[in-house]
């Protein structure tokens, strides 16, 4: 992947609730690009390339500015889930002064308000990825906030819930009060993002009538090793207790199976805890086949990066922000939502 080490330590098939309103989704405050010529010159800057999906988008970014370098040059930084390090990269593409956008994935959404007050003086646009705090971005009239729609994704990942319950529940609901009892396995705390997520999630099972109740949750920081660790503890603490896993990504899915596995669960169809996970990446997609996993919500890196790459265009055009894409914008006009890419579920696999 190609990423540039400026800096060392050393030196979202459903409709949202938010609606398109076209006459504030154009980008009437942007300022007259200091690039006259294109390729326009887009610093990005990645906080957690650790992770599946960032390390994919980062991947699927260098395809798009191939395939457009005559558009688009994209010069990466690597933060390596440091925030002082990606405060150093900052500095270092604002001092540079040569910069036509930026798109900033934080390692801490915290420090938004810190990052948007430096790029403030610049007079720069800058579209933030993954989480942020939007109190701070909509005071600023040339910032937007780009997030996979999350309370779409919260609803499919609810879905596959419902449909597993519906089918199986006399297999899932162990003690017979017709109540799903689940843990839940979370990336960082205080993520905005996933949090809403699991909100909508549990809305979603609730919204069928399904009882839920909370019997632990753990941050395991997208870690299969951690994820691994913790459900082996919470299933030596809670025993039989547990009936669902709902995990924030595949990969702390994947390492909630492993313990599973080691407690004699998910080896087989027969015996299974479902456990649903989000991304859709191929290990998930091979254990669901298998029906070792319940299900998990596809996010395509190629079309997060696609839909990135028009939206960034967009600013730098004043043009509308989502033209040319199928993205969503909040009636702000700061929140622009790019969808979702379906679910894979192992009910799929029973019907084919």
Known sequence: MKIFYKMTLIYILL?????????????????????????????????HTGTHI???????????????????????????????????????????????????????????????????????????????????????????WLTINAEQGGILQGNILVDAWNKDKPKIDINKDNIMQYIVLLGTPGNIYTDVRIRSCLSTLNDHHIGTQEIASKVCYWSEDMAKDTVENLLLTYSNKIEVIISNDDVMAIGAIKAL???????????????VGFDGIPEASSLIRNRLMTGTVIQNPDHIAMNTFKIALNILNNRN?????????????????IPNHGIITYLHYLQS
């Open 321 to 337: 922000l989502i033209e040319g894409t199928d993205c969503l914008i909040d009636p702000t006009g700061k929140i622009i939502y």
């Open 54 to 144: 960032i390390t994919a988008l980062g991947e699927s970014l260098e395809k798009v500015e191939k395939d457009n370098s005559d558009k688009i040059d994209f010069i990466f930084y690597d933060a390596q889930v440091n925030q002082d390090i990606q405060n150093q990269q900052l500095d270092l593409v604002l001092k540079e002064n040569n910069i036509d956008l930026i798109l900033l994935e934080l390692v801490e959404s915290n420090n938004t308000k810190h990052v948007l007050d430096k790029i403030k003086g610049h007079n720069l646009p800058v579209g933030f990825m993954g989480d942020a705090d939007i109190i701070p971005i909509n005071s600023y009239n040339k910032a937007y």
């Open 15 to 47: 409709i949202s609730s938010a609606l398109t309103i076209p006459s504030q989704a154009y980008n009437s405050n942007s300022i007259p690009c200091r690039n006259l010529e294109t390729p326009f010159k887009v610093a990005v800057l990645l906080g």
């Open 261 to 275: 596995q080691k407690f004699g669960y998910n080896k087989n169809p027969t015996k299974v805890i479902p456990v």
